[in-house]
């Protein structure tokens, strides 16, 4: 079976994806930038899972910030689709591992992808300002949303996967922050969601 019959991408999409696949799967044997159980899911589990958040691009240039890329998931594959969607979109990866950093400036190199990547820590990056800004497994809600504060434009937003805790992520995270919240159902992982938030205050 084809690993990209549940998504709507064209072929080049679907071939530089592929390319990207074969460079992790090359490196994680170095760096571990995906837990080796996952490895026979890679396309379901990683590719798929962050390839949904495509639909959020509008058809004008953005800025798109992605923390704690680690293996680009979701953030080069967002660069990847990005190409036929909103050709004009431009990319910001942080990660401050700088093994992972390395492989994320590789990969970006090969791909020929519009990416900057920062090795640097998400707290003491100067702000990005960016219009969309996500994050895959990286921190509960409520610190993420002190990330987004930070990097986000006052009228942009951010898309947080989550899996079933997400509720009680989002009634923890209340108790420090006001917030506008959308729970998108995931398209790839039963009780899981997207959490796209804006409007962040502190309260």
């Known amino acids: 079976m084809n690993p990209l ?9 679907s071939e530089t994806l592929i390319r990207f696949v074969a460079l992790l799967e090359k490196w994680n044997a170095a760096i571990n930038l995906i837990g080796k159980s996952t490895l026979p899911d890679i396309w379901s589990r990683h590719v798929e899972d962050s390839l949904q958040l ?30 036929e969607i909103c050709p004009d979109a431009r990319f910001v990866l942080v990660e401050s591992d700088l093994r992972k950093a390395t492989f994320l400036r590789e990969a ?10 920062r090795a640097d820590r998400i707290e003491t990056l100067a702000p990005i300002h960016a219009d969309i800004l996500s994050a895959r497994a990286l921190a509960p809600l409520s610190a993420l949303c002190g990330y987004a504060e930070r990097h986000l434009r006052p009228d942009g ?7 079933e805790t997400a509720a009680q992520e989002i009634e923890e995270a209340r ?21 796209k938030l804006k409007g962040l205050r502190h309260v």
Not at 5 to 13: A, L, P, Q
Not at 76 to 83: K, N
């Open 54 to 83: 495509a639909r959020f691009l509008p058809n004008r240039g953005v800025l798109w910030a992605d923390l704690g890329s680690g293996g680009g998931l979701p953030g080069l594959v967002i660069a990847i689709a990005a190409r």
């Open 175 to 195: 108790t420090r922050w006001a917030f506008e919240v959308d729970s998108v159902p995931s398209l790839t992982q039963n009780g899981s969601t997207i959490l």
């Open 5 to 13: 019959t549940r998504t709507d991408v064209s072929r080049e999409t």
């Open 157 to 163: 937003f951010a898309l947080f996967q989550k899996g």
């Open 108 to 117: 970006t190199r090969q791909l020929e992808l519009p990416v900057v990547v």
